[in-house]
């Protein structure tokens, strides 16, 4: 059985008189993908920046990997990967130059190239960050959660604005990385990438989680109610026409596959 690797109990967040978070639970297992799904505005990124320790709780409990964020953040910060905006990158480094900036920062000797091939972006070590496009950017960024070999790492909605072929290639990447033992904890308010990734998912809205499980249950649960889709299920979707038309060639730098 696996163990809970972040544990949070009855979060409270405040901004003023208004309350974002609103006495959420749940736990997080050690080497799952765990997604916060909501729409915008319920609280996701609030909830994952106090996890990070990036913001303060108004009240409630949170474990990670068996700290608490009140007495240890500066131990906690050092086992968990964060992913930055893109845009907090200097625009002006290269990829090897923010890696070795980041590892003066962490105190870390981690190998840029590695981490670089890790991502499938070898050939661009000597690129700028303005240079990438949308997914390699992402999947950079992704590389830098990893730097000080975290046990559990961060998205917040890793894929927003990518199109399809640089989401499926996130999606390899973040699975790899899983495979890897790490534990991920990512947001998303696409309902497919969190079927497609996720093992248990908590459904936000407004401030409380009003459902928590494997996606896998949660459409049985809902079937279970006599719920029928409108149309006819289908083996795929449009998304699927669309990366057979377009699929090969794009941005090659997307769309090959992750290795581990
Ligand atoms: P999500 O990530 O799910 O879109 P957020 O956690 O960003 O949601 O925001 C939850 C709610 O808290 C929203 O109503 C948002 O407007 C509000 N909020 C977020 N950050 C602040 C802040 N710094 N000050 C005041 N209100 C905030
Ligand atoms: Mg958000």
Redesign the pocket.
Known sequence: MKQPIIQVQQLV?K??S?E??KGISFDVMEGEIFG?L????????????ILETLREKTAGSVWIDGLSIDTDPATIKSRIGIQLQTAGFYPGLTLLELIRLFNGLYGTNADPQELLAQVQLTDKANATVKALSGGQKQRFAIATTRINQPRIIFL??PSTGLDPQARRSLWELIRSIQKNGTTIVL?T?YMEEAEYLCNRVAI?DQ?KIIAIDTPDNLIDALLKTGFERKKELKQAGLEDVFIQLTGHGIDTNTTEPVNT
């Open positions: 967040k901004y003023g208004f974002a978070v916060l909501g729409p915008n505005g319920a609280g996701k990124s609030t909830t994952l920046e917040d909605e947001t308010h936000m401030g």
